[in-house]
């Protein structure tokens, strides 16, 4: 039945854990709608058939006019069953935006017209081909360096679009070892429609097995553009290190404590998902997406009782180079543990429950390959 | 359905060359500076029809170049261009104005009884304004064009080097255009409305036409602060959009959708005020739930507002919004699924005619329930993830936006074309025209569904091969669509000068428009109009709807054909 629905629709290959959830959604929408406008059209035909007009001149129908109940179900059963797709679909969505808390990072950039992907911890990174292991949860933490870009994998089910100037994300546990292509889906200019990848899912002994080849003797070396500082460093460095010798080399210890000492600008000890109350008195938590664009625009949320000394690093530092500055900073906490990343809705694909926030903060991240 | 039998001696005697509004004046000047809503409305649909060929032909070419994988007749860069003046065209200078300036102009001041709108000058005014926003969009297309899509995300749009400020200052000044047919209309309707005829007699037409002006007074002027500011950002790198600047992108979606989501009403209220004259005329019958239609009309313009963020599922907008957003979404869904049941629901007993706007009604209602029942899938939250910015969004918004408008504007063509010129076309052509546009558009855009499913992007310029066998299937479709177009351009221009001559009211309407003479007079009406009985009214004791036999052909027997069976 699958099968034959999803050729019939011609939907690609399902190969992610959330792909089957979402095509069952579409075959019962797609069904209601072909018998309910079968109905339609077969009464519309019957009526023509028999109230059609036989050519007198002045003949005119009989009134008919509506009843209370006949509107009321007029509204309601479309009504019931339009919430009723959109409380299932709301419910995907949800789990689509929360990406489990074991999921493993990679870093993505979209710019004209190619994508890069990275690991944290210093594996190697490539362009345009994405390798990932299946039945292992993969979170996809995206920015753009020029426009707007959109991270599309049909056999996925999932999208997301990549902005410059903050990080959004995406995530997936692919399920089938393949070959599955990925597409920018945002106009992005000439080669908009060349802006094309892969991502390869390999068995996760052969991907650990490639993973640790790879860290061992060669990264691959990004092959457009100018060097960023961190092909000039270690190559054995992990993305931990790179960020800590990269803010060293900034100048960002000259505010920046690392062991929680008062110091011109707030330490970073413990900042990665801090809530931080701004000159405003708002509250922001400090996430990547947060301590990025504080890179980059520092004047735009400051933490309450610092001076505004901080120079933009909007051009000083590359995607990866702040990537690896937020890793570096992730990894600094006073308990030794490793924090909880998100603040939303979270579910658990196994007990089908949504966890509450807070309480996840406890769990130690259990990172598959570290 | 009956054949045409010419029969000129049973025409009613008319005076010889009565005067009309086409002949009252003569000259260029007598047009161009002329402030009788009939002669302004017959220019915006010049106009628009102009804008409908000029846009399909970009769609044509649009259709080429996907007939194979990769370069067929022009440059990635070239195709961009393609796409967005398609866009541009079509939505700014045709589906906009099409209906409510268009046929609006003409018919609306008829159905309630008066001479002319409240501010004739003004009317004039929005068809100068018009013009001169399309001269701007014309000049930076032929200036190099924008390759940004008609939808100008930012930062691309305020960073390409190509002619976006021209095309962007252009859609900014059609949107007075805009505004000001729409006040005029708000006005209209509020002070102008014949003795008698109170708000719940208006016909279903006005009621759509004036939810329609609410929106465009209401809506229009974020468009021209979005449209401004970007064109401003792009002229002298201010930040507003662009992060490189400080701006925010996301910020520039929202702002557009603010308008553009009730934008999509703009274009299909109009359709529906259409269909909602043509049901009970060619029903010969009340119509089903005057009051749901009337008032889902105005429900649509006004929760329509509150929909626009279904469009940013997949932009980084928070999961909150996003539930928000798409229950809003799916009570629009609720309100156009009340008039599809009403209005299907009117055939029920009816004397149905089978004539070209009817053919067009049956195509409407099919694009409507498809391109509906897509609309609420694509409002399911997770389905959209797959198919945002997919063929399968442009396929959904081909059938309900376009479709819905195109068989709108074509109903009313051959509906209210006696009405306009006092002459007919030939019905045979017509029904001929009619099922080559109806095949076309589901053999263009029912691919398109598919190779959304399938995962093809929008705004591609190549495309992987495994979607080539959908694309030539989509532009074989649309072949047949543009013969069509074609077809009726021919055989109406030749009804315009040779059809034949109708009276008052050929299709036996109960609509008020019906009961001025054909084409009607400068001031629209020989008498002053009394509005004694509900609209569309096929009931009410001593109106028996008149109903000639040089349209219709059948026998001259009053009465009734056997309602009793």
Redesign the interface.
């Known amino acids: 039945m699958n099968e034959l629905m999803r050729n019939m629709l011609f939907l690609p290959v399902q190969a992610s854990t959330m792909s089957t959830h979402i095509d069952y959604l579409h075959y019962f929408v797609i069904i209601t709608t072909m018998v309910v406008s079968t109905l339609i059209g077969g009464a519309a035909l019957g009526f023509y058939v028999k109230y059609r007009w036989k050519g007198r001149i002045g003949a005119k129908g009989e009134p008919v006019y509506t009843t209370f109940l006949g509107e009321a179900l007029i509204i309601g059963v479309p009504a019931f069953f339009f919430l009723l797709w959109f409380a299932i679909g709301y419910r995907d969505f949800v789990r689509l935006q929360s990406p489990p808390p074991n999921a493993q990072d990679v870093y993505v950039m979209g710019k004209q017209w190619m994508w890069k992907f990275s690991y944290p911890d210093g594996g190697p990174s490539g362009t345009n081909v994405l390798r990932v292991p299946a039945n292992r949860p993969i979170r996809l933490l995206m920015t753009s360096r020029d426009v707007i870009h959109s991270f599309f994998v049909p056999a996925f089910r999932t999208k997301q679009d990549v902005l410059p100037g903050r990080y959004t994300q995406s995530w997936f546990e692919a399920t089938k070892p393949g070959r599955y292509p990925v597409y920018c889906t945002e106009m992005c200019g000439t080669g908009h429609s060349t802006m094309r990848a892969e991502v390869v899912v390999m068995e996760p002994q052969e991907f650990d097995k490639w993973y640790a080849e790879e860290k061992s003797h060669s990264r691959a070396k990004q092959r457009d553009g100018r060097k960023t500082n961190i092909e000039d460093r270690d190559p054995h460095a992990t993305m931990i290190e790179m960020g800590r010798q990269l803010a060293e080399s900034a100048g960002c210890f000259k505010c920046h404590s690392t062991d929680g000492s008062p110091h011109i600008g707030p330490t970073w000890l413990d900042m990665y998902m801090r809530k931080e109350t701004l000159q405003g008195g708002q509250v922001q938590v400090a996430d990547e997406a947060y301590i990025t664009e504080s890179m980059m625009e520092p004047k735009l949320k400051q933490v309450q009782g610092y001076q505004l000394v901080m120079p933009s690093y909007r051009g000083r530092l590359e995607g990866p180079e702040s990537a690896a500055i937020v890793e570096y900073i992730k990894s600094l906490r006073s308990d030794g543990t490793e924090p909880v990343r998100d603040k939303g809705p979270q579910f658990d694909i196994k007990n089908g429950q949504v966890v509450e926030p807070g309480t996840g903060s406890t769990e130690v991240r259990t990172g598959g390959m570290q | 359905m009956?054949s045409p039998s010419p029969s000129p001696t049973t025409t009613p005697a008319v005076p010889v060359e009565p005067k009309n509004y086409l002949n009252c004046e003569t000259g260029v000047r007598s047009w161009l500076l002329t402030r009788d809503h009939k002669r302004i409305g017959l220019m915006f649909l010049a106009c628009v029809t102009a804008a409908l060929f000029l846009g399909g032909l970009f769609a044509m070419l649009i259709r080429i170049e996907l007939l194979t994988p990769d370069e067929t007749i022009m440059s990635?860069?070239t195709y961009?261009r393609m796409f967005t003046l398609h866009g541009v065209v079509m939505i700014f200078l045709f589906m906009i104005p099409a209906i409510p300036s268009g046929f609006g102009n003409f018919v609306l001041p008829m159905m309630i009884g008066a001479e002319d709108v409240a501010f004739p000058r003004l009317n004039l005014a929005s068809w100068y304004i018009y013009l001169a926003g399309a001269a701007f969009a014309l000049w930076g297309m032929v200036h190099g064009g924008a390759?940004?899509?008609w939808?100008f995300?930012?930062?691309?749009s305020t960073?390409?080097f190509t002619k976006v400020v021209p095309i962007l200052l252009g859609a900014f000044i059609i949107g007075f255009s805009s505004i000001a047919t729409g006040i005029n209309f708000i006005v209209t309707v509020h002070t102008m409305r014949g003795p008698g005829l109170t708000w719940n007699k208006l016909p279903l037409f006005v009621w759509s036409i004036y939810a329609t002006s609410i929106i465009q007074v209401l809506a229009t002027p974020i468009l021209g602060i979005t449209v401004l500011l970007t064109a401003i950002e792009h002229a002298f790198g201010f930040g507003i959009f662009d992060?490189?600047h400080?701006g925010d992108?996301?910020l520039f979606q929202h702002m557009f959708w603010f308008y553009s989501h009730p934008a999509v009403y703009i274009m299909v209220l109009p359709a529906m005020a259409v269909m909602s004259e043509i049901v009970p005329t060619f029903?010969?019958?009340?119509i089903?739930?005057y009051k749901?239609i009337a008032y889902s009309s105005v429900g649509i313009a006004l929760v329509g507002f509150f929909a626009w963020g279904h469009h940013l599922?997949?932009?980084?907008q928070s999961?909150f919004n996003?539930?928000v957003f798409?229950?809003i979404s799916?009570?629009v869904?609720?309100f156009t699924?009340?008039k599809?049941?009403?209005w299907?629901?009117t055939?029920?007993?009816?004397?149905?005619?089978?004539s070209t706007p009817f053919a067009y009604f049956?195509g409407f209602?099919?694009l409507l329930?498809?391109g509906g029942?897509?609309g609420?899938?694509l409002?399911?939250?997770?389905?959209d993830?797959?198919w945002?910015?997919?063929y399968f969004v442009i396929a959904h918004f081909h059938f309900i936006m376009v479709g819905a408008t195109l068989m709108a504007f074509l109903a009313a063509l051959h509906y209210w074309f006696p009405k306009m010129f006092g002459r007919t076309y030939s019905e045979g052509w017509g029904l001929v025209a009619a099922s080559l546009i109806i095949l076309g558009f589901n053999a263009t855009f029912i691919p398109q569904f598919?190779?959304g499913?399938?995962?093809m992007?929008?705004?591609?310029?190549?495309?992987?091969a495994e979607f080539q066998a959908?694309n030539v299937a989509s532009t074989a479709g649309a072949s047949l669509l543009a013969f069509g177009f074609l077809t009726i351009l021919v055989y109406l221009t030749i009804a315009l000068f040779y059809g034949e001559k109708v009276g008052r009211n050929p299709w036996?309407s109960r609509g008020y428009e019906w009961n001025s003479p054909s084409p009607p007079p400068k001031h629209n009406f020989d008498s002053p109009q009394v509005f004694d009985h509900p609209p569309h009214d096929?009931?009410s004791e001593g109106h028996?709807?008149?109903?000639q036999?040089e349209v219709?052909?059948?026998?001259?027997?009053?009465?009734?054909?056997?309602?009793k069976r």
């Open positions: 009956s990635a860069q961009n390759d940004t899509g939808t995300y930012t930062p691309y960073t390409t992060p490189a400080g992108p996301v029903a010969r019958k009340n089903f739930g749901a599922f997949t932009s980084g999961t996003a539930g798409g229950v799916m009570i869904g609720v699924a009340i599809v049941f009403n299907v629901g055939l029920y007993k009816g004397r149905i005619r089978f049956c209602i099919y329930v498809f029942m897509t609420v899938a409002a399911t939250v997770s389905l993830v797959h945002q910015d997919t598919l190779l499913n399938a995962g992007p929008r705004r591609y310029w190549s495309y992987p959908l036996g096929y009931d028996e709807p008149e109903m036999t219709h052909g059948g026998t001259e027997v009053h009465g009734d054909d056997g309602a």
